[in-house]
Structure formats: structure tokens, C-alpha cells
């Protein structure tokens, strides 16, 4: 079945250090792929997506890039802030299904 | 534009008591999706709606877990004789049409804690 793994939290940063939680997935056909942040006590945020393979997703100084020969989309960014602290859901959609199937998470922290 | 909107926020209550959920779509979305997150994990899907119609349900428990999306009002999810293992957090999310290219727009959330 489609699923999504991602790499194991709480995950923790000092402020400006280079970030990358690893994600794959597994799934039928050509999915998109997501990526979901959320904030303490609130819901998930789209933080940015990509639909066909080697597409570059990018929003906030977050980059992730679709790749079909590792079924990877790793999320990256340069240099965190202490706002960036929150949970990150990657994720994936096919296109025989509306619904989206989430990875567990991974708790981010960053240290000023 | 107000994005999803659901209420309560915070719900509380006690075994066999009955929870309802609301859950007002984006101005212009026809879609609306049930997602429940289990402390420390991630979401998953329940039910999926359009106006007065179930499409796809296959996350929903068997048993009483229901939901609906009438041609007026919010989309509920109700959840009957509530169990300590019903506690979670409920979002609902919303989309204007259904395709792969689609965004779901997500709710804050209700958190249902039974006691």
C-alpha cells in the first residue's frame, strides 16, 4: 500500500544550522508529494508541494525536490530560526485518491 | 477569505456521552476531509464528503463514527458512546474541487479528551 516514512524526531537545532528531515515514500503510479508544518496548538500549514518528479518545492527558505529514483522528497533549508520550531509532516497524494497519507511527524527544535 | 473554520475547539467529555464536531468549509469548497491525529502521531484520514454525499469512507470506524455534509450548514462528525480511546485530535480540511493538483486547506482542529 502507499505509505510514507519519515525520519524520527524531536530533532534539535541551534539557530542558523543547515536543516534535513528525511523523508520516502512508497506508492502506485506518480503521487504528489507535500509537505505540512504545525505550529503548537494550531492545524497544518501547506508549507510547500511538488507534483512530478524533479520538481523543486520551495516556500519560507524550505526546498524540497521530488525524486522518483530514491522515492525521496527531503525537506531542507539553510539556516533555521527559532520560529521554525514546530512538527513537520511529509506527506503524499495519489491520483486514484482524494485522501492524503501522512508520515508520523518529526518534532523540530531550534536553540537560540 | 476565513479559512476552515470548526468548533469547538475543545470538547470534553465523558464515557458513552456523545461528541459532534463541526467543521464550515472555505467560502467556494465543496470538499471536505476528516482527519484524526492520535497524540504523537500523524493524521489519518476518516471520510471524505462533498455536498449530501459520502465518497470515500474507508478510514471511518465500523461502528459509531458517522458523518455528514448537508446542502446547508457545516459538515459534522459524530462520534456516539465515546470511549477513552476516541481522544484526539479532529481536523477537517477543505478543496474547492477533487484532483491530484488540489490543496486541502486544514482547520485548527477540535480536541475531543474523554474522561
Known amino acids: 500500500g502507499n505509505s510514507v516514512t519519515q525520519m524520527e524526531g524531536p530533532v534539535t537545532l541551534s539557530e542558523e544550522a543547515f536543516l534535513t528531515i528525511n523523508c520516502t515514500y512508497t506508492?502506485?503510479?506518480?503521487?504528489?508529494l507535500f509537505w505540512y508544518v504545525q505550529y503548537p496548538g494550531e492545524g497544518l500549514q501547506l508549507l510547500l508541494k511538488?507534483?512530478?518528479?524533479?520538481d523543486k518545492g520551495s516556500n519560507k527558505g524550505f526546498e524540497a525536490t521530488y525524486r522518483k529514483e530514491t522515492t525521496s522528497f527531503h525537506l531542507e533549508k539553510g539556516s533555521v530560526q527559532v520560529s521554525d520550531s514546530a512538527v513537520y509532516f511529509c506527506?503524499?497524494?495519489?491520483?486514484?485518491?482524494?485522501?492524503?497519507?501522512f508520515g508520523s511527524g518529526t518534532r523540530l527544535s531550534i536553540r537560540p | 477569505n476565513a479559512g476552515v473554520m470548526q468548533n469547538p475547539r475543545h470538547l470534553v467529555r465523558r464515557r458513552g456521552q456523545e461528541a459532534r464536531l463541526r467543521c464550515s468549509p472555505m467560502k467556494g469548497h465543496s470538499h471536505v476531509y476528516w482527519y484524526r491525529q492520535l497524540p504523537e502521531e500523524g493524521l489519518k484520514f476518516m471520510v471524505y464528503l462533498q455536498k449530501e454525499n459520502i465518497i470515500d469512507e474507508s478510514g471511518m470506524p465500523k461502528e459509531r463514527f458517522s458523518a455528514e455534509f448537508p446542502k446547508e450548514g457545516p459538515s459534522i462528525l459524530r462520534i456516539q458512546q465515546v470511549v477513552r480511546g476516541d481522544s484526539a485530535a479532529y481536523f477537517c480540511?477543505?478543496?474547492?474541487?477533487?484532483?491530484?493538483?488540489?490543496?486541502?486547506?486544514f482547520g485548527p482542529g477540535t480536541r475531543l479528551t474523554v474522561l
Open positions: 506508492a502506485t503510479g506518480y503521487p504528489s
Open positions: 480540511a477543505s478543496s474547492p474541487f477533487r484532483g491530484i493538483e488540489d490543496t486541502q486547506y
Open positions: 511538488a507534483t512530478k518528479a524533479d
Open positions: 506527506a503524499l497524494r495519489t491520483s486514484s485518491a482524494s485522501k492524503i497519507i
